[in-house]
């Protein structure tokens, strides 16, 4: 088995590449796959902390450009990623990998509060933290949601798994002759609003020079490649 390069990493899984190719709802398969590989990840020692969206869902600014209010529209969407942690928690438990699934709005019945403290000791213990409901507040996206519990659980990298397999200068499924970056600093990214994380996840990684790795999902193996440091994709941090 590989050494991991990495102890403690946050995995942000977008709703949608929990759709699979139906593009709404779950798709078992994926589920499955993707929690084979966590498994694997946390076989070898390493301590999971895994942030989810709900796009597969809700997104709350589809809710916002049809006139709804946008904390209701956001509140809306917090909830779907609940759907989708307790979607993940049931495979990896069916996989015998222990997991707890943290909420940043309360909701007792279904999971714990988030409380920083206790997600640190889950992990520690090699239990899986399922981080759901984003910040717990509107006009914040999963991404920065994914930034915070990094920067908080002190995590060394945040793994930013996508449908595209890199950052690029344009979108690569319109534009055959879109540039393909490997490397890039954080400021790049936000000078030229490149699409990885939103602005505030972006500076939140700056600011606490967190590292993102951003890499496909379409081979759910670039899940252990990124947590032992195998080139794959485009890295942001400070040059």
Not at 205 to 233: R, Y
Request: glycine share 8%; hydrophobic share 40%; charged share 25%.
């Amino acid at each position: 088995m590989e050494k991991p390069k990495y102890k403690r990493v946050i995995l942000k899984i977008s709703g949608e590449a929990l759709a699979g190719t139906a593009g709404f709802g779950l798709d078992q398969d994926v589920i499955s796959s993707i929690c084979d590989q966590i498994k694997i990840c946390t076989e070898m020692g390493v301590e999971v902390g895994v942030v989810v969206g709900g796009g597969n869902f809700w997104r709350g600014r589809t809710g916002k450009n049809k006139g709804m209010d946008q904390t209701r529209a956001d509140h809306m969407g917090m909830l779907a990623t609940v759907i989708n942690a307790l979607a993940l928690a049931d495979s990896l438990e069916s996989k015998n990998v222990p997991v707890r699934v943290q909420t940043a709005i309360e909701m007792r019945q279904i999971a714990e509060p988030y409380i920083r403290g206790r997600a640190v000791r889950h992990l520690e213990k090699a239990r899986v933290v399922i981080f759901a409901c984003g910040s717990g507040n509107p006009f914040f996206s999963t991404d920065t949601a994914a930034a915070l519990r990094a920067a908080e659980i002190e995590a060394e990298i945040i793994l930013l798994a996508k449908k595209v397999d890199a950052v690029y200068d344009s979108d690569p499924h319109q534009n055959p002759n879109a540039v393909r970056y490997e490397k890039l600093s954080y400021i790049d990214v936000l000078n030229s609003r490149l699409q990885v994380m939103d602005s505030t996840a972006t500076s939140l990684c700056m600011d606490n020079q967190i590292p993102i790795l951003v890499f496909g999902l379409d081979q759910p193996s670039n899940i252990v490649k990124a947590i032992c440091g195998e080139k794959i994709g485009t890295i942001v941090c400070e040059k």
